[in-house]
């Protein structure tokens, strides 16, 4: 079982829904959890840390369910613009140790 | 990405020819690493550093070697390139502030043919 696992998608969603998706991890001694997303062609960048309370930055809400191992992302009202690839990354304990899934692709169609 | 630079953007080598990969930031931040990313795999840690004269490999350090003579300077050197190693690189610095949040450059294309 990999370490870090995604759902390679795409999810193709009309403007204006809602999408979540979700990343499983086998280490029940991670510790830290992050979602980036990844446009075409560029480098990853930080979306959001995913604490034990859940995180919510405006349309987008990440949660952590430490029982079933897992991270979730909730987009809210999808823009075009959020159409990208979606990386989950997980650490168990140190900086060496952060694992990226292989994302999750998003596709928002008018 | 404003902070971290990465030099060149693009390369093609053929097998067995050496080269740097040149990472530099200026955000003062102790810890870096170099990723690889393939399709299907995912980003893969080479090595890391998480500081000046600290080195340490990471998950497929095999045909890699780094140094860290300052903070703001993580050279990532290819021995001998094989096609294997045609990949996108990322370095990314980080403040190792213990949150382990990833702040990546802009990358490197790498081909060996």
């Known amino acids: 079982r990999k370490e870090v696992e995604q759902d390679p998608g795409p999810f193709n969603v009309p403007e204006g829904a809602t999408v979540a998706f979700n990343c499983t991890y086998s280490?029940?001694?991670?510790?830290?959890f992050f979602w980036y997303r990844q446009d075409c062609r560029k480098e990853p960048k930080l979306l959001m840390s995913?604490?034990?309370s859940g995180n919510e930055d405006g349309r987008f809400t990440a949660q952590l369910n430490r029982a079933s191992q897992y991270i979730s992302l909730l987009i809210r009202d999808s823009k075009l613009s959020d159409s990208a690839t979606y990386l989950c990354a997980v650490s168990p304990r140190g900086y060496q140790k952060v694992t990226f899934g292989t994302g999750t692709k998003l596709q928002v169609i008018p | 990405n404003a902070g971290v630079t990465q030099t060149p953007k693009f390369q093609v080598l053929k097998t067995g020819q050496s080269m740097t990969l040149q990472c530099a930031q200026d955000?003062?931040?102790?810890?870096m690493s170099w990723y690889r990313q393939d399709p299907g795999m995912g980003l893969r840690l080479i090595h890391y550093s998480v500081g000046a004269g600290i080195t340490d490999q990471g998950e497929v350090p095999n045909g890699y070697n780094v140094s860290r003579s300052t903070t703001e300077d993580f050279p990532l050197r290819l021995l001998s390139a094989a096609p294997s190693q045609t990949s996108v690189y990322f370095c990314t610095p980080d403040s190792g502030t213990g949150t382990y949040e990833q702040y990546f450059g802009p990358g490197t294309r790498l081909t060996v043919t």
């Open positions: 280490n029940s001694a991670s510790q830290s």
């Open positions: 995913v604490y034990s």
């Open positions: 955000m003062n931040h102790e810890y």
